[in-house]
Structure formats: C-alpha cells, structure tokens
DNA sequence: TTCATTTTGTATCGATCGTTACAAAATGGA
DNA sequence: TCCATTTTGTAACGATCGATACAAAATGAA
C-alpha cells in the first residue's frame, strides 16, 4: 500500500469553498488555497488535477453541504409557509455573519463563469434544480395544508421563489441591511395566493 | 499646447466595458482591454490612472449608456404597464445576442466586488437607485392611468421589481431561455396590484 | 526487511500580471 | 523656428500566476 493521505478531503472542500466564494474564480490564486487548506500546492494537484477541476469539487460540495442543507432545514418545517418564509430571512443571517458578506456560490459563479463554460452551467443548473423541486413540494405542502389556494401553480411559483431569492441575493450584497431585506420578503411572500380565512 | 490624444475617451469606455461586462474585474487583464481599445498600456495608464480606476469610470459609462438608456427607451412609454413589460422582455434579448451572453455589469460587479468595496458599491447603489425611481415613476404613471389599484404602494413595488429584475439577470445567465423567461416576466407582472375592468 | 506505491516538501518552471521608465512624436504658443 | 507640454510606442520591471519535477517520507504487502 502507499502512504496515506494526512487531510479530509471534506475539509479541503469546505476551506476553499469560503475561499471561492468570497473572492470568486478567477480572484483565487492557488497560494490563497494552499494558505486556507493547509496543504501545499502538491498535495493539492495530487487530489485534484487543477484549479478548475478543484472548483467543479467544490461546486459539488457546496450544493451539497450548504443548498442541501438549508433546504433540509429550513424547507421541510411542518409549517410549509413559515419554513418558507424562514429560509428566505436567513439568507440575510448567512450572508451578513460572514466578513465580508458572501452571497451565493451558485449565483457568484452563474455571473462570472457559466456564459462561456457549459460544464459549471449544468452544476449550477442541477443546484438550482434542486432548489426549485424543493420550493414545488414546500408549496404542495402548503396547499395541501390550506395555506394557499387550491388552484396554486406549484411549478411556476417554484421558478417564480427561485427568481426571487437570486434578487435577494444580489440585492443583500449591495444593501446588507436587513430591514431592507425583510420588506423585500414581505413582499415576495405576500405576492404568493395565499388563501385568507 | 500639448500633443492631442488620438481617441475619444468614451469610445474607449464603451469598448472596455463590453470586456469587463464579459469576463469581469478580475478575468479582465490590462493586456485584453489594450487589445480591445487599440490603445496601449501607456496611453491607457495615461488617461486611467489604473485598471482600478478605469474600472470605476467604466461603471459610471455604464450607468449612463446602458441603464439610463434602457429607462428612457422603456419605462418612460405612454403605455406605463406595457412599456415595464417590455423592459423586462428586452433583458432577454440584450442577454441574448451577446456571444457569449452577458447579464448586467452592475449585477456582475455586485457579485464579484461589491461586498469588499465600499466605493464599488456606492456606485451600484446609485445606478440601482436610478433603476428602482424610474420604476417607481413608471408604477406611479400606471396609477394615474387607472392601469393599477390606487392604493399601490409604488415605492415598495418598485424595489419588488428591482428584486425581480436582478433575479431575472442570474436565472437567464443559467436559462438562457426565451420561453423559460417570458413565463417568469409573466409571474413578475401578475403579481402587481392590477386593476381588473 | 525490502519493495512498490502514493503523499509530501522544496524549489522552480515559463507565462502573464499590473505598472512604469524613457525617449520619440505631435501639437500650439512665443 | 524653437520651446513647453502631453501623448505615444517600445521595452521592460518585480511580482505573481497555474502548474510541475524531483526526491524524501510514509505506508502495507511480500
């Protein structure tokens, strides 16, 4: 056998996940991930063959331990409605505690990278797929539940929840203010056919 | 008198913001916008003080030839409601026809500086702000015309539609998508406060 | 203990980064 | 025509870019 690895390549993903996603693709340098992860610039090419392929891991790893995970947490609440609207002032929480504030790997790398490449285009796409899929069955929840009318279009208010939460994250990044933010998110949740009693 | 300079300075800001739009702030080398300009790097450190620089007044030519435009060609129509329609329609065409397709050089530079740069962000602060009056002018107009309830609270729709619009920007960068987006302008319309006759 | 195999650390590769020094070229005023 | 001033072209600066060569270190199998 040969000598074992002395890193979790989890961990390696999640150190240059923040890094990526605080200062993008291209304003990463391979010597800014040797300092995050701790590895050397070998160790690094050893696991991964190059700096893009190490951020087609992280993409990865970001929809799943950061989109799945808030979906799972925020998304499946019994009270489909509050769930809902609790994912959406969270992101206020997520990109505020961070310093800098950070928005959204996926929405970062759509505007700097997925026009010209066609393979982080269907990442993204598959993370923001999972997104929608979530928001569908969290809004059939809340039909189901008498919270919006029966007639709801559970798949064109998904993309429309989409649509809106990368507004709100643009918007954050350029308004951190999170009186601002929750107006906003009045609005969206206000805009949905909710079904008055 | 001195030697005059052989280019107009807001050919060459139009030309180096069609790069920096394209592969961003930091995928925009000196060399590429000197391949774009035709000018050298002298001429261009001479006028520029740096890429920095050059960077901000590129935004400022932004703000001026592309979003003011794009409110004066749009949402000042006499027909309030549809000419807000058209704006949002026109952003697929304005994404689309660029090869490869470009979104929006304030939503691109929130994603990608504005966190880390408190000038960068002030001058996103004011192009949005141009956008979210004119919209609030053109939802005011749409009252007035008895095309929306009059109870409408303008100012907040209108910060709604600058929400709506920025998500527009992200979802058509990964969705490059004619159909995909006019489903979406027509959720982001519907869910106006609309008067029915 | 030897060996085949993989990881690690060091040191550096050629290319490109943003920027600048310097002198020739181009102007209107004196 | 000569001068002061600014722009331009050439050439290159030190720093950093992504990536790699190479050998020492570390493992389990034989």
Redesign the pocket.
Known sequence: ???????RESDVLTRAMLVFWQHGFAG?????LEQATG?????L???F????ALFASVLDHYIIKVVQWRIDRYLCADDALAGLRRFFDSTYDYISQQRPPMACLLANTALEKSATDLAVRAQLDRGLALLEDAFADCLQRAVQAGQLRADCDCSRWARHLLLCLQGVLVDSTIHPDHARLSELVDGVMAALPLLQH
């Open positions: 056998m040969a000598r074992p690895s002395q890193f990463t340098s391979v010597r800014h590895l050397t610039a070998s160790s090419y050893n696991r063959d190059s700096k893009e």
